[in-house]
């Protein structure tokens, strides 16, 4: 029997891309970036839980709601004060992780200097290795890509446009220094997103449900005592023992 023929390997997708169609991607990526997109965000769910009443009148003020060829009039029970409470409350838990996991993906896309970031974004597909590196970053063991920069001229150059010594000894900070500062900033992030075992729970916001949880210190009796309560996040995810695996519910406080 022969051999079975390997089909022919593909052309990658980068073969043949002109100097001008990297600048154009460049210039297309950075101008039309989304910049303001989280900040818009944050603004509009915290404002809808502190005045949810106003959100609400809006809502049913008898107007048709029409978003292009969608038209449809809202009835009084169709959307509660706690329901809008609900979804902002979960939004505001998965717009902290993606805005994460979006400012991860930006610095590992520029850190290697490569022609386009763009195209190192759109490569990224794998979540699972993803977050492999992240876990390097967070344990400095991460393998920056050989460029004709040095580890401390790259995040400098990534983050500042500028790896110069006089720059930065101009603002009384030497550039070791600068590559700490940033360098904490990051791990912070790595450290907070890897710390959600089950981060697509709060992606989807499929396995999410909101509670209210609180702490009390001092008996019921007592005249004085300290008592916080408020909002929170529950998830079950799965949690590594010594000799399993285990199902643990968790609590996220929203403050």
């Given at each position: 029997?022969?051999?079975?023929?390997?089909?022919?390997?593909?052309?990658?997708?980068?073969?043949?891309?002109?100097?001008?169609?990297?600048?154009?991607?460049?210039?297309?990526?950075?101008?039309?970036?989304?910049?303001?997109?989280?900040?818009t965000?944050?603004?509009?769910?915290?404002?809808?839980?502190?005045?949810?009443?106003?959100?609400?009148?809006?809502?049913?003020?008898?107007?048709?709601?029409?978003?292009g060829?969608?038209?449809?009039k809202?009835d009084?029970?169709?959307?509660?004060?706690?329901?809008?409470?609900?979804?902002a409350?979960?939004?505001?838990?998965?717009?902290?992780?993606?805005?994460?996991?979006?400012?991860?993906?930006?610095?590992?896309a520029?850190?290697?200097?490569?022609?386009?970031?763009?195209?190192?974004?759109?490569?990224?597909?794998?979540?699972?290795?993803?977050?492999?590196?992240?876990?390097?970053?967070?344990?400095?063991?991460?393998?920056?890509?050989?460029?004709?920069?040095?580890?401390?001229?790259?995040?400098l150059?990534?983050?500042?446009?500028n790896?110069?010594?006089?720059t930065?000894?101009?603002q009384?900070?030497?550039?070791?220094?600068?590559?700490?500062?940033?360098?904490?900033?990051?791990?912070?992030?790595?450290?907070?997103?890897?710390?959600?075992?089950?981060?697509?729970?709060?992606?989807?916001?499929l396995?999410?449900?909101?509670?209210?949880?609180?702490?009390?210190?001092?008996?019921?009796?007592?005249?004085?005592k300290?008592?916080?309560?408020?909002?929170?996040?529950?998830?079950?995810?799965?949690?590594?023992k010594?000799?399993?695996?285990?199902?643990?519910?968790?609590?996220?406080?929203?403050?």
């Open positions: 029997m022969g051999k079975r023929k390997k089909p022919p390997t593909k052309i990658g997708p980068d073969k043949g891309l002109a100097e001008q169609e990297i600048y154009n991607l460049n210039k297309e990526f950075y101008n039309d970036y989304a910049k303001d997109y989280f900040g965000k944050l603004v509009l769910l915290s404002s809808i839980l502190s005045n949810p009443d106003k959100f609400i009148d809006v809502l049913h003020d008898g107007e048709d709601v029409k978003v060829v969608l038209s449809y809202l009084e029970d169709d959307l509660t004060k706690n329901e809008l409470e609900k979804f409350r979960l939004e505001l838990a998965t717009t902290y992780y993606h805005c994460l996991e979006t400012f991860l993906r930006l610095f590992l520029h850190v290697s200097i490569p022609a386009c970031p763009w195209l190192e974004i759109s490569r990224d597909t794998d979540f699972r290795k993803f977050k492999k590196t992240v876990s390097e970053l967070l344990e400095d063991n991460y393998k920056y890509d050989d460029t004709q920069f040095t580890v401390v001229e790259n995040l150059y990534v983050f500042y446009g790896y110069q010594e006089e930065f000894s101009q009384g900070i030497s550039m070791e220094e600068a590559k700490d500062i940033l360098m904490k900033w990051i791990k912070w992030a790595a450290k907070d997103f890897i710390s959600v075992y089950d981060y697509n729970a709060f992606k989807h916001g396995t999410v449900s909101t509670d209210t949880q609180g702490l009390t210190i001092g008996r019921v009796d007592e005249t004085f300290l008592e916080e309560r408020g909002d929170a996040l529950k998830f079950i995810a799965k949690k590594q010594t000799e399993r695996w285990v199902w643990e519910k968790n609590m996220c406080l929203l403050h």
